[in-house]
């Protein structure tokens, strides 16, 4: 579906935590420089309550949140799952409905291969 200049439905919002800040940056910054994400945002620490290996656990983790498109997805997610240290990271990827043309332009362009 076509809205103006941009594609509504061919821009995600990916979602990673991992347990350090300096963890987080470098899985932030190494998207960004491998281009599979225009930009990512650090936010943290969180608290995450979770069950794991039969126990439920509690711990400080560190949020990322990546900016792409559809088509860079399956390169952002082989990014994280070859630099990210958890034996399961979490990786979830909602759809952008709507943003600024500008803004969503600007994705398009710096998370575009090549």
Known sequence: ???????????????????AAE??????GGA?????????QVDGPISSVYRWEGAVRTDQEWRVL??????????LEAYILSAHDY??????????????DAYLTWVREESAQG
């Open 66 to 75: 990546y900016k792409t498109t559809v088509e860079r997805y399956p390169a």
């Open 87 to 100: 034996d399961t990271p979490e990786i979830i990827a909602t759809p952008i409905t709507h943003g600024s």
């Open 23 to 28: 963890k987080a940056a470098a899985l932030a």
């Open 32 to 40: 960004v420089v491998a281009r599979v994400a225009a930009c990512a």
């Open 1 to 19: 579906m076509c809205e103006g200049d941009r594609h509504v439905g061919e821009y995600l919002a990916v979602l990673t935590t991992t347990d």
